[in-house]
């Protein structure tokens, strides 16, 4: 093993050791930049939350120690220290994640589901997502024997948490089997989506083996993961008892290397391996799923053409019908459909609603990823005189809908767990409608031809999802259904008829009421599900439905009544009871500080080696519950030449980072035929400060730097003996980011990236002078299918004193830094083929999908995801000034293999070749290189 790749190791072990998260905590963000934050703690749990939030923090903790009762037995320990709950605000979508490392966390995000799908059958959606994520850490947690040993000497280790590395099916399932109450009807199991979605599974064909679900990534259904991990473990239970399945877990607590003992164990309880378990799990769901047809999916409906995968956001007017397509290939499109003809429109940018006025003016609910941390929402209005306009901004207005005359808007959003309707003026202006009361949620809403009234699914507190009525004129609420089953998404029809998506008998279906009678007609029979129906006038009923191969868009020219009935016969209010109401007893409230949890909690072993050097060390690990700061380091012991190395890296937010790296390279120096050896100590010290000002939706940023290097000639013969070289650059960097990322497209989907550096070596002392300025920008266009083509264009120059550029090579390991950078790659060619002052390089690809495995290796740790490949064109030149240039061309292709290790961590392999073009300088070079992500 050579110097550079014994240094990659180094580096490699910091980046594991900063990112060695639990795979349920893979979208561990810090929360948003500011606020006051607060702690409060009870007997098992400590919630961290923003001033303001207080009552909501009560009722977390008595739910969480509620919870903790009730699952205990089942799991049979909980952790040795308190759980830590993070109470946010800071998105508009409904999720949580939990992980034990590098302590037990929760992130529980208090905006709470609205719309049909699988989340919305929830009793009080704080009690749900906590029982869910609790599930996680008291499953993530188990451990005995040698395990637990090992815990003691190295403390939190992530090899030590042998159900973090367990296949997202089993964690997932588990979660979601303990979250649903048959009794009480509520959760994913007890939903009418979630049987669906299997009976689909089932009847068409479209079983899922051991090996898909193992690792769930992008293949339909995305959630498969959690849709077959809740019904196999429902399935052992109802087959086995818990008893058999909390000894299975007992016994894996206990293995160092659980990958190669989930088969032995499991046939020691339930007498037989996973790959049997699974098939007898199939022939029960066969059978369970075999008679619930409807009468074939969409029977009644024309099937269009529209992309497919996602439920699409869709609109009407008049006569019109858009909908928004997004295939996971390629941008977000506007189409107008008339009849089954459709007309492009335009791409937009992400979104989750939108709304068309009879004049044609286009209203959306646009989601913004501020750099603060927050994704919020606000309303744009479009017209084709004007563009786009922006009407609010981070008031967090996730759904919108035209008034009739035109000139106001009604909008919806969730702030502090609170759902609020407001009028919206055409010049920004907010009037309050409507405020609900904890618990009291509004789901989606549309206003009748006058103006007058408007309808919308509302789930009170303590109850599931209706139908009510408001008199904009005195908002007062006139309920229009009172049923066990989940009614939404109505709108207003022009005969003042209402229609809507509801799963009377289990499935969603459309359907058309009658508000003084009280009359319903069924028009659709879905055995997947239909959704999201917008009545188009003369064009008739459009919807969207769920099929075992994603979602797709069909419409029914004139609608007939499949069956008629009244609200009165599926009349059966469902009332959830209000649990955990006890109090717990809480220490008194303090101000949080990172400085409780930022301790490290483990430290392992290092060690590495060649012909040059043996190095012994730790490494570890720590970050804050809020994970605003988190740090990690890896320090060794050279014995063999008695030196120290070490890297250290600190991240505050996304704003600062301060990285720290001592390592020595050794060499041989020939001079007059004699040999010298040589210790070169490199230190590199870099903090920057990123988003110091933000413009355009927070695309276009100010960052600034510092870069301090210095190398020094160590253990050398005298005659080598020279003063270190000393580097100090201080720089300010602006770049401009609008790019987007599709789940059917490898790496970026389409966008432009821009930068442009300029640093100095005069503002502190160094051994070099003078400044340093650099750009670059990239274009990716995206192509049909799954292909993209790709523009980079770089330059820079440098005062005759400062360090020279330097050209060359397949990586030079400056790829992602943003200061203090001097080289550049040109594949095909030894790295510093060419220096100078002045630099520029140019590379055109070509990138496709080649196909997708998304398959494990029975229940090895080993399986792969996506297959791409690129091909490539490179060229660029170093020279100095007043020098003549040398342009060098090579070019070569690619082929990136997504492997996919220990059921959750994705490493993409790279395997290369390229040809340096010109007959002098280039060579043939294949190189290998293997990333790293969760």
Excluded at 507 to 525: C, S
């Amino acid at each position: 093993m050579g110097h550079n790749s014994l240094k990659g190791c180094i580096r490699f072990c910091l980046i594991m050791l900063v990112f060695s998260l639990a795979a349920p905590a893979a979208q561990a963000l810090s929360v948003a930049w500011g606020g006051s934050w607060k702690t409060l703690q009870s007997e098992h749990f400590e919630i961290h939350f923003e001033d303001g939030f207080q009552d909501m923090a009560r009722r977390c903790l008595a739910i969480a120690e509620g919870v903790h009762r009730e699952l205990l037995p089942f799991f049979g320990s909980g952790p040795a220290n308190r759980t830590h709950i993070v109470l946010s605000d800071d998105t508009d979508f409904s999720n949580g994640w939990a992980t034990v490392l590098p302590y037990g966390r929760i992130r529980l995000f208090v905006s709470a589901p609205s719309d049909p799908g699988s989340l919305e059958s929830y009793d009080e959606w704080l009690h749900l997502l906590i029982r869910h994520e609790y599930v996680h850490i008291l499953h993530m947690e188990m451990g005995r024997g040698t395990v637990n040993t090992g815990r003691k000497i190295f403390g939190r280790f992530p090899l030590l948490f042998p159900h973090v590395l367990t296949p997202v099916f089993l964690l997932e399932g588990m979660a979601v089997y303990f979250e649903s109450d048959a009794v009480a009807g509520y959760g994913r199991l007890q939903g009418s989506h979630y049987a669906a979605q299997m009976a689909l599974e089932v009847r068409n064909g479209n079983w899922k083996d051991l090996q898909e679900v193992v690792i769930p990534l992008r293949n339909w259904p995305i959630n498969k993961a959690y849709l077959y991990g809740a019904f196999f473990i429902e399935y052992l239970i109802s087959v086995y008892g818990e008893d058999a399945v909390s000894e299975f877990l007992y016994r894996q607590s206990g293995e160092l290397i659980p990958f190669f003992t989930l088969n032995s164990q499991a046939k020691r309880v339930f007498g037989k391996n996973f790959t049997a378990l699974w098939e007898d799990f199939r022939l029960a769901m066969e059978e369970r799923f075999a008679d619930t047809d409807s009468g074939g999916q969409g029977m009644e409906g024309r099937m269009l053409p529209s992309g497919d995968f996602f439920l699409q956001v869709a609109a009407t007017s008049g006569d019109g019908f858009f909908l928004v397509e997004d295939s996971g290939k390629d941008r977000r499109r506007l189409f107008r459909y008339a009849g089954k003809e459709r007309e492009p429109m335009m791409a937009l940018r992400p979104l989750s609603d939108m709304d068309v006025s009879e004049g044609g003016r286009l209203a959306v609910s646009r989601v913004l990823r501020g750099a603060d941390g927050r994704v919020f929402h606000d309303i744009f209005i479009y017209t084709p005189e004007m563009g786009w306009d922006r009407l609010t901004r981070n008031q967090r207005f996730s759904r919108v809908r035209w008034m009739p005359c035109g000139e106001r808007l009604l909008v919806s959003r969730q702030r502090a767990g609170l759902s609020e309707l407001y009028f919206l003026d055409l010049e920004g202006n907010m009037r309050l409608l409507w405020r609900g009361n904890q618990g009291e949620v509004l789901g989606a809403f549309g206003p009748d031809v006058t103006g007058g009234w408007l309808v919308a699914g509302l789930k009170r507190a303590g109850q599931g999802w209706n139908l009510e009525m408001m008199d904009l004129g005195t908002g007062r609420w006139q309920r229009l259904t009172d049923t066990p089953s989940m009614e939404n998404e109505p709108s207003f029809m022009p005969d003042g008829r209402v229609l809507f998506s509801a799963d009377y008998g289990g499935i969603y279906n459309v359907y058309a009421m009658d508000t003084d009678t009280g009359m319903l007609e069924q028009w659709t029979r879905s055995s997947g599900g239909a959704f999201r129906p917008r009545f188009a006038g003369s064009k008739g009923l459009y919807y969207q439905v769920y099929t075992a191969d994603g979602f797709r868009l069909l419409r029914v020219e004139d609608p007939v009544a499949l069956k008629v009935f009244s609200v009165e016969d599926v009349a059966d209010e469902k009332f959830f009871p209000f649990l955990f109401d006890e109090a717990v007893n809480l220490e008194p409230e303090r101000k949080y500080t990172p400085l409780k949890t930022l301790r490290p909690r483990y430290w392992f072993p290092v060690w590495l080696f060649n012909e040059d050097t043996e190095q012994l060390g730790f490494e570890t690990h720590g970050s804050d519950a809020l994970d605003r700061h988190s740090y990690g380091l890896v320090t060794t012991y050279d014995v063999k030449n008695d030196l120290v190395n070490g890297s250290f890296v600190y991240a505050c937010d996304n704003r600062w980072l301060l990285f720290l790296d001592r390592s020595h390279r050794f060499g041989e120096l020939k001079i007059h035929e004699t040999s010298f050896d040589y210790i070169l100590r490199e230190d590199r010290v870099t903090l920057q400060r990123n988003h110091l000002l933000n413009f355009f939706e927070d695309r276009l940023s100010v960052h600034g730097g510092l870069v301090h290097e210095r190398d020094t000639l160590v253990d050398t013969p005298s005659l080598l003996l020279r003063g270190p070289v000393e580097s100090n650059l201080a720089g300010m960097a602006l770049t401009f980011r609008d790019e987007e990322y599709y789940i059917h497209v490898p790496g970026i989907g389409w966008g432009f990236y821009g930068e442009l550096i300029a640093e100095s070596n005069d503002i502190l002392d160094s051994d070099y002078k003078g400044a340093v300025v650099q750009g670059a920008m990239r274009k990716i266009w995206n192509l049909p299918g799954s292909r993209t083509l790709g523009l980079r264009l770089a330059g820079g120059y440098a005062d005759r004193e400062a360090k020279p550029f330097r050209i060359g090579g397949t990586r030079t390991g400056e790829e992602m830094r943003l200061f203090g950078r001097n080289e550049a790659v040109l594949r095909g060619y030894p790295r510093s083929v060419q220096t100078g002052n002045i630099c520029a390089s140019q590379r055109l690809s070509l990138s496709s999908l080649l196909f997708r495995v998304e398959r494990n290796w029975s229940l090895m740790p080993f399986g792969m995801g996506d297959v791409s490949g690129s091909l490539h064109v490179d060229s660029g030149s170093a020279w100095d000034e007043g020098m003549s240039m040398r342009q060098l061309t090579g070019a070569g292709l690619e082929l990136q293999v997504e492997l996919v290790l220990g059921y959750h961590f994705r490493a993409p392999l790279v395997l290369g070749y390229a040809r340096g073009l010109d007959s002098d300088l280039g060579e043939d070079q294949f190189y290998t290189a293997l990333g790293f992500s969760f």
